[in-house]
Nanobody, 120 residues
Framework: QVHLVESGGGLVQPGGSLRLSCVAS????????MNWYRQTPGKARELVAV???????DYPDSVKGRFTISRDNTKNTVYLQMNSLQPEDTAVYYC??????????????WGQGTQVTVSS
């Protein structure tokens, strides 16, 4: 069994910051690309940050310069530092990762999501 568990969501005022964490646990032989997505009701899930196994990152224009993704391979953890948060950043944030699991195959896994609410 492999699990991704996010934490760090919550309520923050506009202009504030939050740091999300996502820990992968279980029988894991390797971790590839890790991503953060977000979703609001009635909308498709949106990719907001990517980090590959070599540390290369990518962001959509909507969050570039405000969000930073990083990873600690020793802890099987990916982070999302979110600064200058705005009400439009309000969403459920999901961790997604490509993991080589107990089957020795690479599969993709999702976390359960963590709510981020930006409001005064």
């Amino acid at each position: 069994q492999v699990h991704l568990v996010e934490s760090g969501g919550g309520l923050v005022q506009p202009g504030g910051s939050l740091r999300l964490s996502c820990v992968a646990s279980g029988t894991i032989f390797g971790i590839g690309t890790m991503n953060w997505y977000r979703q609001t009701p009635g909308k498709a899930r949106e990719l907001v940050a990517v980090i590959d196994s070599g540390g290369g990152t990518d962001y959509p224009d909507s969050v570039k310069g405000r969000f930073t993704i990083s990873r600690d391979n020793t802890k099987n953890t990916v982070y999302l530092q979110m600064n200058s948060l705005q009400p439009e950043d309000t969403a459920v944030y999901y961790c997604h990762a490509f993991l080589t699991d107990w089957s020795r195959r690479e599969r993709d896994y999702w976390g359960q999501g963590t709510q981020v609410t930006v409001s005064s």
